[in-house]
T-cell receptor
Framework: EADIYQTPRYLVIGTGKKITLECSQTMGHDKMYWYQQDPGMELHLIHYSYGVNSTEKGDLSSESTVSRIRTEHFPLTLESARPSHTSQYLC???????????????FGPGTRLLVL | AQKVTQAQTEISVVEKEDVTLDCVYETRDTTYYLFWYKQPPSGELVFLIRRNSFDEQNEISGRYSWNFQKSTSSFNFTITASQVVDSAVYFCALSEGVESSGDKLTFGTGTRLAVRP
């Protein structure tokens, strides 16, 4: 399993503030992902990265941005938070199974964001 | 386009009952991967199982078992003798394509399982 860390776990912030959600993994995985999960429970991919200096937008349009300067670190930034950004944000990294070439995504504990 | 349907929004059972969570998927690819994840109240997603489209063998892991049927595009999950600690939201997910062996997951809407003592 991967060790994936997300900070903060909970964040309450006012409209217009800039925020960065941190995600780190210690397993050296090349692929990392950000998902957004609204109270209705469904998860949507908003960003992914296949390695250092690689970032792509996911299926759900998001005003957030990401960067991947180091393999282990994949932070997500909102330049100006709004109430519509209130959600849970889950970070994941994926590992290839030895001998199978199949990937499994492992998730961090999530950050619950509330924008007032 | 790929799609995962979990028709059961919420299920409530009494401890020690068996419960089956349904998952139906849609894909045009012949190569695809199916997953189940558990999300306890603490919020993280816990990986339970991965299955590729060429492996239709059912799998059992302790009290958990999975029934993969390509003929009905289903990948159902059964918990035998449920326990209170099984209470969580369970997600079925799909990724498709030879080059996408596990990334770009499409999730179902989840099934919330409540196990009462």
């Amino acid at each position: 399993e991967a060790d994936i860390y997300q900070t903060p776990r909970y964040l309450v912030i006012g409209t217009g503030k800039k925020i960065t959600l941190e995600c780190s993994q210690t397993m050296g995985h090349d692929k990392m992902y950000w998902y957004q999960q609204d109270p209705g429970m469904e998860l949507h991919l908003i960003h992914y990265s296949y390695g250092v200096n690689s970032t792509e937008k996911g299926d759900l349009s998001s005003e957030s941005t990401v960067s991947r300067i180091r393999t282990e670190h994949f932070p997500l930034t909102l330049e100006s938070a709004r109430p519509s950004h209130t959600s849970q944000y889950l970070c994941a990294s994926s590992e290839y199974g030895a001998g199978t070439g199949e990937e499994t995504q492992y998730f961090g504990p999530g950050t619950r964001l509330l924008v007032l | 386009a790929q799609k995962v349907t979990q028709a059961q929004t919420e299920i409530s059972v009494v401890e020690k009952e068996d419960v089956t969570l349904d998952c139906v998927y849609e894909t045009r690819d012949t190569t695809y991967y199916l997953f189940w994840y558990k999300q306890p109240p603490s919020g993280e997603l816990v990986f339970l199982i991965r299955r590729n489209s060429f492996d239709e063998q059912n799998e059992i892991s302790g009290r958990y078992s999975w029934n993969f049927q390509k003929s009905t595009s289903s990948f159902n999950f059964t918990i035998t003798a449920s326990q209170v600690v099984d209470s969580a939201v369970y997600f079925c997910a799909l990724s498709e394509g030879v080059e996408s062996s596990g990334d770009k997951l499409t999730f179902g809407t989840g099934t919330r399982l409540a196990v009462r003592p």
